[in-house]
């Protein structure tokens, strides 16, 4: 009947603020914590596209999505960064866009305490790229003012404010209205590292 989330995460969903009735992309979707916090906050009326790259992690978004009776949950599975070639059709269709990107994690080190030998500045390079990759790539897909949450469980700026800053830049027709870094503990002494920014296009 319901879903764990760590509280710093529980966040994200309603920053992006989404509508009963309306159409909404999770392009980064697996396991699905996010998906199936959009869709109840939706009351289930709408689309939440689910997309994925990982295959076997996105059939755990079908069975989080089926396991809470959500039915407004459509799981697809492909590159992000693809979408918008591979689907022409989605083009300016989506009310609100979540990029739960694929990140170093260092937020979530009390958790997953291996991270900080497996990231160096390389693993931090490469993932920055593919950071605004996802951003340039999904953006066409929002209708004209439609709104966007970037979001990560890391603390490194490369990947949060200054991917932010350079994004927002290169595309005056966007707002950013609200970002904010949590650290870990903050939430009640608890939580994960977590950064979100909530863009609108004007
Ligand atoms: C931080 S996790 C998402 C967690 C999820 N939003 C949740 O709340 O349960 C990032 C996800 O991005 C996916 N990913 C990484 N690169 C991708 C890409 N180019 N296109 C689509 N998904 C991608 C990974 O497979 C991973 O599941």
Redesign the pocket.
């Known amino acids: 009947h319901w879903c764990v ?1 760590d509280r710093s ?1 529980q966040t ?1 969903a309603p920053l992006l603020d989404p509508k009963p009735g309306e159409r909404v992309l ?12 959009l869709a109840e906050l939706m009351g289930d009326q709408g689309q939440v596209l689910a ?4 295959e076997a ?2 059939r ?2 079908a069975r989080n999505s089926e396991r809470l009776g959500l039915g407004c949950i459509e799981t697809r599975h ?6 918008a070639s591979e689907a022409p059709e989605l083009l300016g269709q989506f009310d609100a866009l ?1 990029i ?4 170093s ?1 260092l937020g979530t080190l009390a958790r997953h305490a291996d991270a900080r030998w497996r990231i160096d500045p390389a693993a931090i390079e490469g993932l920055v790229t ?1 950071q605004r ?2 951003l340039e ?1 999904l953006l066409p897909l929002l209708k004209p003012a439609g709104r966007l949450v970037y ?3 890391t603390v490194h700026p490369e990947e949060n404010g200054e991917l932010l800053e350079a994004f927002l830049k290169d595309h005056p027709q966007l707002r950013l209205e609200q970002s904010f870094q949590l650290w870990p503990g903050q939430l009640d002494g608890g939580g994960d590292g977590f950064f979100a920014a909530r863009i609108v296009r004007t």
């Not at 999770?26 to 916090?37: L, V, Y």
């Not at 997309?51 to 990982?54: H, K, N, P, V």
């Not at 739960?100 to 990140?103: E, H």
């Open positions: 989330q995460a994200i999770d392009a980064c979707a697996a396991p699905g914590g996010k998906s199936t916090h997309l994925d790259r990982g992690r996105l755990r978004v492909g590159d992000a960064v693809e979408l979540l739960d990107a694929p990140c994690g593919l990759q996802l790539g979001a990560t469980c």
